[in-house]
């Protein structure tokens, strides 16, 4: 089977998360980036990484790597690179996206041009036409510059896996479902202790713990760029990979996870996207304020999302919410507490140094992932595990 060298985004902060999953998948990873994992893998493996990663943004398929410091140096080395044996005659193919970080080349409209140009030039010599009807599947491509390292890659994902396709209703300030999902895995969450979410909004958090209890795989109820990509990979390969996805489900694992929110119908549509998501039976959703959050379990997760107050007003009140959240955290006997958010004064305001804090860049916004740890659950006699 042929092997290609296989690049996947995620957020920044989170490299260590997709690292593991990659590894559980059973590849192996030759590059690790700020923001990214490259990995080797055959065909199988970009249906299954598409499939199976909770935490990468896409799966893109590197046609090359090179050093570029001039545009003329761009554009022979893409011209260079072997595009007839990823792109067909009929294929449709563009730059969707060009970045630069620290490079001489910084036009991302320019790099896109010209890049465009080299992969035409290329394929008009190889397949000895003059025009290109562009009729047949489409090959997005992205190009990114890091001091001057130039990365080529085509994008298997398409729509970024983000988009697990149970999320059609969302809150104000959603966090999106591959940043819940590395953070839950960042956490000692288990399936078997409770995980209440007492701002879940539409229901992100409690939904994603609730498909890493139940094995579902996150790419399961969705599309691929790459399926259409028949020259590369036989349609069977993805059937393969559903197929293994669908054995491991377990929609009849014991859990105890519940969301909560003020607001009644973002409540509704957190059960809607749950439903969507096929794990509406192994969550509990109710209207309820945070300062009425009490349990008594004990050696539970809190995991949230709270507002950051990202608006002046909203900013006036975030003292006394984030006095509340400390106060029923203080409640709750033996828990843990994670919670994302940019607000700088949380620990003032919980009343309690953070055990751990993690910086994290949501989207463009600089927040932290504070950590607050409970004592460990007493180990269970070897007859009851």
Same mark, same amino acid.
């Given at each position: 089977?042929? $092997?290609?060298?296989?690049? !996947?985004?995620c957020h920044f902060g989170l490299e260590a998360v997709l690292k593991?999953?990659?590894?559980?998948?059973?590849?192996?990873?030759?590059?690790? /980036?700020?923001?990214?994992? =490259?990995?080797?893998?055959?065909?199988?493996?970009?249906?299954?990484?598409?499939?199976?990663?909770?935490?990468? /943004?896409?799966?893109?398929?590197?046609?090359?790597?090179? $050093?570029?410091?001039?545009?003329?140096?761009?554009?022979?080395?893409?011209?260079?690179?072997?595009?007839?044996d990823y792109i067909p005659a009929d294929g449709k193919f563009w730059?969707?996206?060009?970045? +630069?970080?620290?490079?001489?080349?910084?036009?991302?409209?320019?790099?896109?041009?010209?890049?465009?140009?080299?992969?035409?030039?290329?394929?008009?010599?190889?397949?000895?036409?003059?025009?290109?009807?562009?009729?047949?599947?489409?090959?997005?491509?992205?190009?990114?510059? &890091?001091?001057?390292?130039?990365?080529?890659?085509?994008?298997?994902?398409?729509?970024?896996?983000h988009k697990r396709g149970y999320r059609t209703l969302t809150s104000?300030?959603?966090?999106?479902?591959?940043?819940?999902?590395?953070?839950?895995?960042?956490?000692?969450?288990?399936?078997?202790?409770?995980?209440?979410?007492?701002?879940?909004? +539409?229901?992100?958090?409690?939904?994603?713990?609730?498909?890493?209890?139940?094995?579902?795989?996150?790419?399961?109820?969705?599309?691929?760029?790459?399926?259409?990509?028949?020259?590369?990979?036989?349609?069977?390969?993805?059937?393969?990979? !559903?197929?293994?996805?669908?054995?491991?489900?377990? =929609?009849?694992?014991?859990?105890?996870?519940?969301?909560?929110?003020?607001?009644?119908?973002? !409540?509704?549509?957190?059960?809607?996207?749950?439903?969507?998501?096929? !794990?509406?039976?192994?969550?509990?959703?109710?209207?309820?304020?945070?300062?009425?959050?009490?349990?008594?379990?004990?050696?539970?997760?809190?995991?949230?999302?709270?507002?950051?107050?990202?608006?002046?007003?909203?900013?006036?009140?975030?003292?006394?919410?984030?006095?509340?959240?400390?106060?029923?955290?203080?409640?709750?006997?033996?828990?843990?507490?994670?919670?994302?958010?940019?607000?700088?004064?949380?620990?003032?305001?919980?009343?309690?140094?953070?055990?751990? &804090?993690?910086?994290?860049? &949501?989207?463009?916004?600089? =927040?932290?992932?504070?950590?607050?740890?409970?004592?460990?659950?007493?180990?269970?006699?070897?007859?009851?595990?």
């Amino acid at each position: 089977m042929r $092997k290609f060298e296989l690049v !996947v985004p995620c957020h920044f902060g989170l490299e260590a998360v997709l690292k593991r999953e990659i590894y559980d998948l059973g590849y192996e990873i030759s590059k690790v /980036e700020d923001g990214r994992i =490259t990995f080797v893998g055959d065909e199988e493996a970009i249906c299954r990484a598409n499939i199976f990663l909770r935490t990468a /943004e896409r799966v893109l398929l590197q046609v090359g790597r090179f $050093k570029a410091t001039t545009f003329d140096e761009l554009f022979e080395a893409i011209k260079a690179l072997p595009w007839e044996d990823y792109i067909p005659a009929d294929g449709k193919f563009w730059v969707t996206k060009a970045s +630069s970080i620290k490079s001489k080349l910084f036009s991302p409209s320019d790099i896109q041009s010209i890049s465009k140009k080299a992969i035409v030039e290329r394929l008009k010599r190889e397949y000895h036409v003059d025009w290109f009807e562009e009729t047949g599947a489409s090959y997005p491509i992205r190009i990114f510059l &890091n001091k001057d390292e130039v990365t080529v890659a085509l994008d298997t994902s398409g729509e970024s896996l983000h988009k697990r396709g149970y999320r059609t209703l969302t809150s104000k300030a959603p966090i999106t479902e591959t940043l819940a999902a590395a953070l839950i895995m960042l956490t000692p969450w288990r399936p078997d202790r409770i995980l209440v979410d007492p701002f879940c909004g +539409s229901g992100t958090f409690p939904i994603e713990a609730a498909m890493i209890a139940a094995n579902i795989a996150p790419g399961m109820n969705r599309s691929f760029t790459a399926e259409a990509w028949t020259n590369l990979i036989a349609k069977k390969t993805w059937y393969e990979c !559903v197929k293994e996805a669908q054995e491991m489900i377990d =929609t009849d694992v014991k859990t105890d996870i519940q969301g909560y929110d003020i607001d009644g119908e973002i !409540v509704k549509a957190a059960r809607e996207n749950a439903k969507r998501a096929g !794990v509406d039976h192994l969550i509990h959703f109710q209207q309820r304020e945070v300062a009425d959050l009490h349990h008594p379990k004990k050696y539970g997760f809190v995991i949230s999302n709270p507002p950051y107050g990202e608006r002046l007003e909203e900013k006036e009140a975030l003292p006394a919410l984030y006095t509340q959240i400390g106060q029923a955290y203080q409640g709750l006997d033996s828990w843990s507490m994670f919670l994302i958010t940019s607000y700088e004064d949380t620990e003032k305001y919980i009343g309690r140094k953070a055990d751990k &804090n993690r910086k994290i860049y &949501n989207g463009m916004l600089k =927040t932290y992932f504070y950590q607050f740890l409970g004592p460990k659950p007493p180990r269970r006699p070897k007859a009851e595990q």
